[in-house]
């Protein structure tokens, strides 16, 4: 499963006008995670040069711990061993917050679903799969992580949201006041920025803007497996084309939309009030968008 799986989300973003003089405008762009990623902030040059090198950096390290292409990242040795002992403070922070997640949606966020996704992308039989999957069989202690018989996770829901706060929280520490990163993900500060939202069925459905915080979007269409959208689970099948979550933080947002997309809108009333979140987007099936 790749990162950029769900992701449909169009944007365009510009600083606020600024006067002359007063900032420059700093911007990187790559590819990490499976997706284009791209760093935007206003300051001096060389503070900025210092910063971008440091994420990019640090970016690197996270790939290394979270990324299923690499066989050697932390996660897939995980996978492959079902234990990880003295797991790295980065991970297992991660892990805490997809443990978070899980318990907010009610299960609907659950990273032990790659078993699922890998059989359903293979066209194999799923029954082997479905029956090895639930959270709760993951046993967390603070010095290992075992998974239980038959399991895979995959933080491919959660990685991208975590990313993209740690590099905003080390640009702030920096002291950038106006950045826009986009690890998958979007998280602002200063501004305004503008984004447009985008479903993979109906197209651009209309715009937010992000002054402070994270936007995260779901779209299960976005990457198909055979006839079904690739946000899966056992028991739920999904109920919204996108979801689009505003939240602090965009390790929230991100986990939290994956889930919204299993969620009748009851349900995802429930989640919105239980995390603290701050806007909840909607676009059924049939292109009527409804806002929370």
Same mark, same amino acid.
């Given at each position: ?9 169009? /944007?365009?973003?510009?600083?606020? &006008? ?23 902030? !206003? ?15 640090? +970016? ?10 690499? %066989? ?11 234990? =990880? ?28 679903? !790659?078993? =699922? ?24 202690? &603070? ?5 239980? %018989?038959? @399991? ?6 959660? &990685?991208?949201?975590? &990313?993209?706060?740690? /590099? ?38 209309? @715009? ?19 006839? !079904?959208?690739? +946000? ?31 969620? %009748?809108?009851? !349900?995802? @009333? ?23």
């Amino acid at each position: 499963m790749t990162l950029s799986r769900r992701r449909f989300l169009a /944007i365009s973003a510009a600083f606020a &006008a600024m006067p002359a003089g007063a900032a420059q405008a700093h911007s990187w762009e790559g590819f990490a995670f499976g997706a284009q990623v791209s760093l935007r902030m !206003q300051g001096p040059k060389a503070q900025a040069l210092t910063a971008l090198n440091e994420a990019r950096v640090l +970016i690197a390290k996270l790939e290394e711990l979270f990324s299923l292409y690499n %066989p050697n990242s932390t996660l897939s040795v995980l996978n492959r061993t079902g234990t =990880l002992t003295e797991p790295n403070a980065l991970f297992m922070d991660l892990i805490r917050a997809a443990d978070t997640a899980f318990t907010q949606s009610g299960g609907l966020f659950d990273p032990t679903v !790659q078993g =699922l996704w890998s059989a359903v992308s293979h066209g194999q039989d799923t029954t082997p799969a479905i029956a090895a999957m639930g959270w709760e069989k993951v046993q967390v202690r &603070a010095d290992r992580i075992t998974l239980g %018989p038959a @399991q895979t996770l995959t933080l491919n829901g959660i &990685a991208q949201g975590y &990313a993209t706060d740690l /590099i905003a929280d080390m640009l702030m520490t920096h002291g950038f006041t106006d950045t826009l990163v986009n690890i998958g993900e979007y998280r602002g500060t200063g501004g305004p920025f503008t984004l447009g939202l985008s479903d993979p069925l109906h197209g651009v459905m209309g @715009q937010r803007t992000l002054s402070g915080g994270a936007i995260a979007t779901s779209s299960p269409a976005a990457t198909m497996l055979g006839e !079904q959208g690739h +946000i899966l689970h056992p028991s739920a099948r999904a109920k919204w084309s996108t979801v689009s979550v505003e939240a602090a933080r965009a390790t929230v947002a991100d986990s939290l939309s994956t889930a919204m997309v299993l969620a %009748p809108r009851s !349900q995802v @009333q429930a989640i919105k009030e239980r995390a603290d979140i701050t806007r909840v987007t909607l676009v059924d099936f049939a292109g009527n968008l409804t806002t929370l």
